[in-house]
């Protein structure tokens, strides 16, 4: 019985997240193939590393990051005065930024914004979407 379920749990993933047949963008984010490193900015599952290397392929390095002026509220940030959220930031190829675009089901779930993080840098952040 756990085999089955680790058959069944380990098919679906890959079809989520690798397959070809599984979700795609029907409008893709621009993503400017000529830059060669993007930062995204991350606060809630993407911080596992072990998601991370299943979704892009590779491990990815991280570095500590906050983003001044929003709070966490569950699985997305909300701009608020005052506050801040503490997160990552991934630094990646436009192949992975597709890929995490991906996961995050851009478009349904969520949207990629660009944001100033506290360092005075600029990231990629992935925003709730709500109906």
């Known amino acids: 019985m756990l085999v089955i379920g680790i058959a069944i749990g380990s098919g679906g993933f890959w079809y989520t ?15 400017d193939e000529r830059i060669p490193e993007q930062d995204v900015f991350v606060y809630g599952t993407l911080r596992y590393d072990w998601l991370r290397w299943i979704i892009m392929g590779t491990p990815i390095e991280t570095r500590e990051a906050t983003l001044p002026g929003y709070h966490r509220q569950d699985l997305d940030i909300q ?15 436009p192949a992975a930024l597709k890929a995490l675009d991906r996961y995050e089901r851009l478009g349904i779930r969520y949207t990629r914004e660009s944001v100033k993080l506290a360092d005075g840098t600029t990231a990629w952040a992935y925003k709730r979407l709500f109906d």
């Open 79 to 93: 701009p608020q005065p005052g506050a801040e959220v503490h997160g990552e930031v991934l630094t990646i190829d």
């Open 17 to 31: 997240f690798m397959s070809p047949y599984g979700y795609h963008p029907s409008e893709t984010a621009v993503i």
